[in-house]
C-alpha cells in the first residue's frame, strides 16, 4: 500500500500562489489515480484535481479549472498541485489521495493523507 504526506499549505492573500506537495511511499504514485480533494469548515469533502495513473490525463472541479495545476514528479514520488490566482473561497484543508479507479468521488479512494491547511485572505 501507498502511504501520502501532505505540505506546503499556509496563509497566503487572495491573488496569491501555493503549491501543495503530496510525498508517497511504499509504492510509487505512478501505480494509482491520483487526486487532490478539499474540505472546508460545515462542507463536505470535495474533488479539487485528478490525475490517472501514468499521468497521461488530468482534470479539475470547474471551480479551479485554469487556476490549479496537478503534476507528478516520479524521481521524487512526489505529486504537485499548483494553485495560482487564489480566492478566499479556497479556503480549505487539502487533501492527497490514490486510487485504483479514476474518479472524482472521495469514496473511490483508498488513501489518504493527513491534510494540510490553505488559508486565503481577502
Known amino acids: 500500500q501507498v502511504q501520502l504526506v501532505e505540505s506546503g499549505g499556509g496563509l497566503v492573500q487572495a491573488g496569491g500562489s501555493l503549491r501543495l506537495s503530496c510525498a508517497a511511499s511504499?509504492?510509487?504514485?505512478?501505480?494509482?489515480?491520483m487526486g487532490w480533494f478539499r474540505q472546508a469548515p460545515g462542507k463536505q469533502r470535495a474533488f479539487v484535481a485528478g490525475?490517472?495513473?501514468?499521468?497521461?490525463?488530468?482534470y479539475y472541479a470547474d471551480s479551479v479549472k485554469g487556476r490549479f495545476t496537478i503534476s507528478g514528479d516520479n524521481a521524487n514520488n512526489t505529486v504537485y498541485l499548483q494553485m495560482n490566482s487564489l480566492k478566499p473561497e479556497d479556503t480549505a484543508i487539502y487533501y492527497c489521495?490514490?486510487?485504483?479507479?479514476?474518479?472524482?468521488?472521495?469514496?473511490?479512494?483508498?488513501?489518504w493523507g493527513q491534510g494540510t491547511q490553505v488559508t486565503v485572505s481577502s
Open positions: 489521495a490514490a486510487s485504483s479507479a479514476a474518479s472524482i468521488i472521495p469514496g473511490s479512494y483508498n488513501y
Open positions: 511504499g509504492r510509487t504514485f505512478s501505480m494509482y489515480n
Open positions: 490525475m490517472n495513473r501514468g499521468g497521461g490525463r488530468t
